[in-house]
C-alpha cells in the first residue's frame, strides 16, 4: 500500500460494508491510517472483526467499531445506522458499500433465484444502504459527504457466467450517478470505482486457467490488490477529489480500456 503522506480523513467517521474481507478490508486499512474512525460492517462478525484488530489507531481520537449487517434487508441496515448513531452521536459522512457477491452461471443455466440473489445483496444493497446513510448525512446537515460504490469493470462490458452479476454492478452505476445528482445540492458527493480483477477471496473461486487468460489480457501484466482499489476509494472520501461526483473510475491495470 502507498504510504500516505498528509493523512487526510482525521476526524471523519466512514462505514465501510463488505469490510471483512478483500477490497472492503483494504479500505477499512487505508481510511483509518488516514486518521479515520470506522465503522466495520459486514454479515459477518467474525471477519470483521479480524479487520479492526489490524486497524491502525496512530491519530489521536480514532475510534473504531464493528457491525453486523445483512444489506440486502432494510432492517438490517436501519439497525445499522441506529447503532452507528448511538455510538457517535453523528452518521458517518463516508460510506464505501463494497459488499458484494458472486452466483456464477452461463446464461442458459442461470437459475432465477441466483439472479435474484446476486441483485438483491448488489444493486438493492446499494442502494438501501445509500438511500439511509445519505438520509442521515442530509438530516445531520454534515457537509462534505462523500458515497463510494464499488461497481465493476464487468458492468461496463459483460463476462461469461455473469449475467447476474454483471447486470447488478451495471444498476450500480446507474444508481450512483443518480444519487450524484440528486445529493450535489446537500454538498453529498457519490462516486463509483469499477475494479477490474482483484486479488480477494471473490477471485479465489476463480479457476487457475481463467485467471491466466484474464491475466494474459490485462496490459499491466497481473491481477490487482485490493490495496490498489482502497487508494482510489480514500482519494474519492477525501478533499482531494472536491470536485468530483458521478464518476466511474476504472482500476484494472488497463484492462478493456477506451
Ligand atoms: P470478498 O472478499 O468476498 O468480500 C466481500 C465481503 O462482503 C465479504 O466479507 C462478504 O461476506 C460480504 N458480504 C456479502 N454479502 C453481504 C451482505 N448481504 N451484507 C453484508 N456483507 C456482505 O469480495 P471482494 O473481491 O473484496 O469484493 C468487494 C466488492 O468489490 C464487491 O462488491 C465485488 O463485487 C467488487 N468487485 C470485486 C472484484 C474482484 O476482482 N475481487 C472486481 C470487481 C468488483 P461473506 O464472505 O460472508 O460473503
Not at 463509483?192 to 496490459?219: A, H, N, Q, Y
Amino acid at each position: 500500500m502507498a504510504a500516505s503522506i498528509r493523512p487526510r480523513l482525521i476526524s471523519r467517521l466512514a462505514v465501510v460494508t463488505g469490510g471483512g474481507s478483500g477490497i472492503g478490508r483494504a479500505v477499512c486499512q487505508r481510511l483509518a491510517s488516514e486518521g479515520a474512525s470506522l465503522v466495520v460492517a459486514d454479515r459477518s462478525v467474525e471477519s470483521a472483526n479480524q479487520t479492526l484488530e489490524n486497524l491502525s489507531r496512530d491519530h489521536k481520537g480514532q475510534e473504531h467499531m464493528v457491525a453486523e449487517v445483512d444489506v440486502a434487508f432494510r432492517s438490517s441496515v436501519e439497525n445499522l445506522l441506529n447503532s452507528i448513531q448511538r455510538r457517535y452521536f453523528q452518521p458517518p459522512s463516508v460510506c464505501v458499500n463494497a459488499a458484494g457477491i458472486t452466483q456464477d452461471e452461463f446464461l442458459l443455466k442461470m437459475e432465477e433465484e441466483d439472479f435474484d440473489k446476486v441483485v438483491q445483496v448488489n444493486l438493492k444493497g446499494t442502494f438501501l444502504i445509500t438511500q439511509a446513510f445519505s438520509r442521515a448525512m442530509v438530516a445531520a446537515g454534515a457537509p462534505k459527504g462523500s458515497i463510494v460504490t464499488v461497481g465493476s469493470i464487468v458492468g461496463k462490458v459483460g463476462n461469461v457466467g455473469q449475467a447476474n452479476y454483471s447486470a447488478s454492478k451495471a444498476g450500480v452505476q446507474g444508481l450512483t450517478r443518480t444519487a450524484a445528482k440528486e445529493l450535489s445540492r446537500f454538498g453529498i458527493r457519490c462516486n463509483c470505482v469499477l475494479p477490474g480483477f482483484i486479488t480477494t477471496p471473490m477471485t479465489d473461486k476463480v479457476p487457475e486457467k481463467v485467471i491466466s487468460r484474464i491475466t494474459s489480457l490485462v496490459p499491466l501484466g497481473r491481477m490487482g490488490d485490493p490495496a490498489e482499489v482502497a487508494d482510489v476509494c480514500a482519494f474519492l472520501a477525501s478533499d482531494d477529489s472536491l470536485y468530483i461526483t458521478g464518476s466511474c473510475i476504472e482500476v484494472t491495470g488497463g484492462l478493456f480500456m477506451g
